[in-house]
């Protein structure tokens, strides 16, 4: 048998690579290679300067032979001529928002980050061919995704394959264009390539900043049209608080502000504005207040005729005519358009006193999210919550949740599970608002099968909330990226004057720093620090804020607790507050059933417990036990808490502190990973334990998703996104010791990531109840579920259950 190589001149890189090339050979050449029985152990380039060489074999074979072997070797991948993309648009002409090329990520399993490459073209979505990929093409469609530069890329449809059209083939970037059209290629819909080889691409989690996110449905409206919308306060109180609720409609029209003719104008208009400026919906106003001040005013009118349904999430969405760009010209009939809106109960001046008032029964709510007005929409249905699919989820449906919550319109409507994903059930699917509904609950929509929708299909939103400047009195110093530094807040220094100032490390921890991420718009917070010594410190400001204590819910840091006076004990700059800030995080849940499935009691011997009382996993009276005699009763159940969130779960101490432990053959990376608590129905607790973090490891995944982490060998630890990590029932330290408690009923309660030690984008499921009855031989667990997966009014009935009188709840 002969081998024929293609051998390609030095400094001329192969087209193909391996796997990618032989495939597409073996399509085009299988009838002539079958026929000669030639195996093709091919590797070529450019037709130009082709050497052809035999290895071993039959020497008589003749030279029309080689080329007959060569020359289809050759041709099969020599791509058509190569050419620089256009989109359909004259090139010179400049491109709207809609007429730019988009691109998305698909496919599953993936993060938010990675997946399969789409292109929108032709009013219709496809793929890119894997032939010619590189790192270069990656780092281009990256940014163009929003995201710094890429870190890898994927072929043979690694996310799955695609359907419709093959856009491109044979792209070859240089790396620093601003789009994949402006690239080398085949050209548009020319390949010949399967949806087997689809290209994917995985992005460094760091959004370059001021990008809007990728993958999300926006508003496809012409911004040119309508740069930018205010409202001027003319009422004296108005202008000195925000946010601003009423005043003169402005638009941004070339160095200035121009205004709006009122000849027309609805109610429909107003609540369109309204829902942009971050408001649930228009009010009345004093139209003779503002007659006799418009009176006196010289107005530049820029816009008349608007006519908006009501439901656009955009002004520049609704109907309008402009007036000439060198024309001021009067609105006959009318006179500047004013707007009053009605804020949502956050955003009220008097918002902590209303709340105690106001008791609010919102079936619908959002999680997940890092800012205010954004997270995955979950809604109540029979006193528990769940989520709802993405399937036909628009900006008319999100704009229904994000108004009924109390904030504007949306801003974008997400799908695929972009704020993470649910647990509990998924209660709609194909939601179908108009944008006029007063509830989610009042649109169309299907019930779920467990067919339908996964939780990896969790819509979204993201809305529009009124601007509060909250931003203008923080600000992060020292850092090396923008997402990291000492905080400064604006306020009072020693001297008695307004400045930028430090706070003091002391009583600094997640909660706070949650709050300041939130607060700079960076988004979670993923590590907060007591010491910033190691930050640059050449421009330092002098300590002024200490006793800094917040629940994590606020808007800012002014917001929350505080000391009247400094008062810290180290005042030096290397001892001030910091923050590391990120655009995702890790999530972490228990799957409750799994433990109410797998609780039992186990008497077991204290011989067997040396190495669990070294970890302080029994109770106090365990050390006054006669060892190696007698035994403990233990409370045992299986642990298996999976992580739903954008990044994975890795412990905040890095290895060189991780504790080795020899009755175990493992090192410990957190202190404490899990509480493990009995509560009587006073809420005290009756027995205890506690969890080291044996191993922070990926015991089993969803399906596609690889482990990442184990703990032999000194591996990394930690929890990759969609997998679990199990804690057995039959391992050590994985039980509560009851050898004390009473018969009677009680509440069980896990606590995961108890000290808020490790990042996570919502801490408000990281723990679970069951209801428990004890009769001194047996137990049951009944309504186990994560602890904010019921209403309030089914919480309750929860804490009041009374228990079993025999095997039947009651």
């Known amino acids: 048998m002969t081998a024929v190589s293609c051998e390609y001149p030095i400094g001329h890189p192969p087209i193909f690579h391996d796997d990618v090339m032989l495939k597409k050979l073996s399509r085009l050449f299988r009838g002539f290679a079958d026929g000669v029985g030639v195996h093709l152990p091919v590797l070529c380039a450019d037709t130009v300067g082709v050497k052809m060489s035999a290895w071993t074999g039959r020497r008589h074979l003749s030279l029309l032979f080689f080329l007959a072997l060569c020359s289809p070797c050759c041709l099969a991948q020599m791509p058509a001529p190569l050419t620089t993309l256009r989109p359909s648009a004259s090139p010179s002409a400049p491109q709207s928002q809609s007429e730019r090329l988009k691109v998305r990520l698909a496919g599953f399993p993936r993060k938010h980050n990675e997946g399969r490459v789409e292109l929108f073209y032709k009013g219709e979505w496809g793929t890119v061919c894997d032939d010619d990929f590189s790192i270069s093409n990656a780092n281009v469609l990256c940014r163009q995704l929003g995201f710094v530069e890429a870190t890898g890329w994927t072929h043979s449809a690694k996310y799955g394959k695609g359907q419709g059209k093959i856009w491109l083939d044979n792209v070859q970037c240089g790396g620093g264009e601003s789009s994949i059209s402006a690239c080398k290629s085949r050209g548009w819909g020319n390949s010949d390539c399967t949806h087997d080889e689809d290209a994917g691409v995985v992005c460094k989690d760091e959004r370059i900043p001021g990008f809007v996110d990728a993958n999300v449905i926006e508003a496809q409206v012409d911004e040119n049209k309508l740069e930018e919308v205010r409202l001027r306060a003319v009422v004296a109180a108005a202008k000195k608080r925000l946010p601003i609720t009423e005043g003169v409609l402005e638009i941004k029209y070339k160095d200035g502000w121009a205004q709006v003719c009122d000849a027309g104008w609805t109610a429909k208009n107003t609540r369109v504005v309204c829902g942009m400026l971050g408001f649930p919906q228009e009010r009345k106003f004093n139209k003779n207040f503002y007659r006799l001040f418009l009176e006196r005013q010289t107005n530049v009118y820029r816009v008349h005729s608007v006519a908006c349904a009501g439901t656009e999430v955009h002004l520049a969405a609704c109907p309008m005519e ?480 009374p228990g079993q009188l025999n095997n039947q709840i009651s």
Not at 340 to 365: D, I
Not at 458 to 477: F, K, Q, T
Not at 551 to 557: A, I, R, W
Not at 784 to 799: L, M, N, P, T, Y
């Open 322 to 801: 402009f007036n000439g760009p060198n024309t001021t010209a009067l609105c006959r009939g009318g006179s500047p358009v004013v707007v009053s809106c009605a804020p949502g109960l956050l955003f009220m001046q008097n918002h902590a006193a209303l709340k105690k008032k106001t008791k609010t029964s919102s079936t619908v709510r959002l999680k997940g999210g890092a800012r205010l007005g954004e997270g995955r929409v979950e809604v109540l249905k029979g006193g528990e919550w769940g989520s709802v699919c993405d399937d036909r989820w628009d900006l008319q449906s999100a704009s229904v949740v994000c108004r009924e919550l109390g904030f504007g319109s949306a801003k974008e409507a997400m799908t695929g599970g972009r704020m993470g994903q649910g647990v509990g059930p998924i209660y709609m699917n194909e939601v179908k608002c108009s944008g006029l509904e007063r509830s989610i609950w009042n649109c169309p929509f299907k019930n779920i099968t467990s067919e339908d929708c996964q939780h990896t299909e969790d819509a979204a939103v993201r809305c529009n909330v009124p601007y509060m400047g909250l931003e203008n009195s923080i600000r992060l110093g020292g850092g090396r990226t923008r997402y990291e530094g000492r905080v400064e807040v604006l306020g009072t220094n020693a001297n008695g004057t307004e400045g930028w100032g430090l706070i003091c490390g002391e009583t600094w921890t997640t909660k706070e720093a949650i709050v300041a991420c939130r607060q700079l718009g960076l988004g979670y917070a993923n590590q907060a620090n007591q010491e910033t010594w190691y930050w640059d410190s050449s421009n330092v400001t002098e300590m002024i804020l200490s006793g800094v204590k917040c629940t994590g819910d606020e808007m800012s840091l002014m917001h929350c607790q505080r000391h009247k006076t400094l008062n810290c004990q180290k005042a030096a700059a290397k001892f001030a507050a910091g923050v590391i800030c990120s655009e995702t995080t890790s999530d972490l849940v228990l799957n409750a059933t799994l433990v109410q499935q797998s609780v039992y009691i186990e008497d077991r011997p204290l011989h067997m417990l040396y190495c669990a009382a070294e970890e302080d996993c029994l109770s106090k009276t365990a050390a006054k036990a006669n060892w190696p005699y007698g035994h403990r009763r233990l409370l045992r159940f299986s642990s298996q808490i999976h992580n739903i969130g954008r990044a994975d779960f890795k412990p905040k101490a890095g290895r060189h502190s991780w504790v080795w432990h020899a009755c175990h053959g493992h090192y410990h990376s957190m202190d404490i990973f899990t509480h493990y608590d009995l509560l009587n129905a006073n809420g005290s607790k009756v027995a205890e334990g506690h969890k080291a973090s044996f191993c922070l490891e990926d015991s089993d995944c969803e399906e596609g998703v690889s482990k990442r982490y184990e703990c032999a060998n000194f591996g990394d630890q930690g929890i990759t996104v969609g997998c679990w990590d199990m804690y057995r029932h039959d391992i050590d330290c994985q039980w509560i010791d009851i050898t004390d408690v009473k018969p009677g009923n009680y509440i069980m309660q896990v606590v995961i990531n108890p000290n808020l030690e490790v990042a996570e984008s919502d801490f408000t499921n990281n723990a679970m109840k069951c209801n428990c009855k004890y009769d001194g031989n047996r137990i049951w667990f009944h309504n186990c579920h994560v602890g904010d997966a019921f209403s309030e009014e089914a919480e309750r009935r929860f804490e009041k259950y």
